[in-house]
């Protein structure tokens, strides 16, 4: 049912549109905004210059749970088989971030050399260092899926004492990265591991922002009853509404995304029904991903324009509250230390929205890094540059998007 449900399903997009949109990106990206960035340090502060293969990527599919929720068996349910380097158990199995993509043959390509290879768009997981580098690797064989997906399994989400086991690396950090690059973020649970830990929390604190991507799949439904499957579903809805703050109702898809029989003496005539159901829906959800992933890309890049000028402002305001002659360093400390009045300032002067302001306390500690009078003044014309394209080139790339759609 998977693979042969899931492969009927495959969009077909124009490739002349999605090259025309993606080229206009790039050169806007070249031409209007990387100017911006690159005279404000936003690479250092924000996020790191976008590649050629950041605008090429094959749209990006995560897959987030604690472990033995099912996530690599998710991945092994539509290609019907593992990849290479896969395995699955009971206990915890995927002990990195693995990006499954397609390749000419099977291989592994360790994350030191997947950072550094131009038709990779992981170049930015550099600033993560070499511990996070040693749990990272790409997956590639040839599978038609892959010529249109890149799946990024993720080690299991850890919970109860094996909380108290430090990661060598930022793990929130890292997802909050994937998810920026992502087009669906899929966040498993099965019925035994409805818990949500702090780490979990932590987790789904860093997907703020991309909401509309995020869908539940509750995995292993196949495993209770129909009346235990009910108790399940309100436990787990009343477990999220607790750590996501949203009005709208949360998309949870029902049923046992594994690449085994169902067990139907379980579920029953009507599991069955409803799992086949929501098998479905899950599908044509995937299967909508390449034609939206345009819209996306045009949304992604409004959004870090629009968070570009914002850091302009912001260094371009700290700049002119330095002193010419005498006192900088005593000058430099007071403004890092009052960074929480200096954004203010800036929110006031510019009207910018106070959720479009970065965190002030990330900010400060790469602030003090830098020495504030060799930073630029808020030059004009770029700013204008990046309005221009907001207002004028974009609108034309967003018509030929909705082509695709």
């Not at 987030?64 to 199995?93: C, D, H, M, N």
């Not at 009078?373 to 030059?379: G, T």
Request: glycine share 6%; with cysteine.
């Amino acid at each position: 049912m998977a693979f042969p449900a899931f492969r009927r399903y495959l969009p077909q997009v124009s490739k002349s549109n999605a090259n025309s949109l993606i080229d206009g990106l790039k050169k806007l990206y070249v031409e209007k905004l990387r100017p911006l960035e690159l005279t404000y340090c936003f690479n250092d502060f924000v996020s790191p210059m976008l590649t050629e293969s950041d605008f090429d990527a094959k749209p990006m599919v995560m897959l987030l749970g604690q472990y033995s929720t099912g996530k690599t068996s998710f991945i092994k349910y539509l290609l019907r088989k593992e990849y290479p380097g896969a395995y699955i158990g009971p206990e915890p199995t995927t002990d990195g971030f693995v990006a499954v993509m397609e390749g000419i043959e099977e291989r592994t390509v360790p994350g030191n050399a997947a950072i550094v290879q131009a038709d990779m768009p992981f170049s930015g997981l550099s600033k993560f260092g070499i511990s996070f580098l040693s749990k990272f690797r790409c997956s590639q064989m040839p599978h038609p899926l892959l010529q249109q997906y890149t799946f990024i399994d993720t080690p299991g989400v850890l919970s109860g004492e094996k909380q108290r086991i430090e990661r060598s690396y930022d793990f929130p950090a890292v997802t909050e990265w994937f998810a920026s690059k992502c087009d669906l973020i899929l966040l498993l649970f099965d019925p035994h591991k409805l818990d949500i830990s702090d780490e979990f929390k932590e987790v789904i604190s860093s997907l703020q922002g991309h909401d509309d991507k995020i869908r539940f799949i509750l995995n292993k439904a196949d495993q209770v009853n129909t009346q235990q499957l009910m108790r399940v579903y309100g436990a787990l809805m009343w477990s999220l509404g607790k750590v996501i703050n949203t009005p709208e109702v949360m998309r949870v898809y029902i049923g046992s995304f594994v690449d085994k029989p169902q067990n139907d003496g379980i579920m029953g005539p009507l599991g069955k029904e409803l799992f086949e159901k929501e098998h479905e829906d899950l599908l044509k959800d995937l299967k909508d991903i390449p034609k939206k992933s345009y819209d996306r890309r045009v949304n992604e890049f409004v959004k870090r324009s629009q968070a570009a000028k914002i850091h302009a402002y912001i260094i371009g305001h700290l700049k002119n509250q330095m002193p010419l002659l005498f006192g900088k360093a005593k000058a430099q400390d007071l403004l890092i230390h009052n960074l929480d009045n200096e954004f203010a300032k800036v929110q006031q002067r510019y009207r910018i929205p106070g959720g479009d302001l970065p965190n002030v306390d990330r900010f400060r500690t790469i602030l003090a890094t830098y020495d504030i009078d060799k930073f630029v003044r808020l030059k004009k014309h770029l700013v204008q540059a990046v309005d221009d394209m907001l207002a004028h080139d974009i609108p034309s790339l967003l018509q030929e998007a909705q082509h695709l759609s």
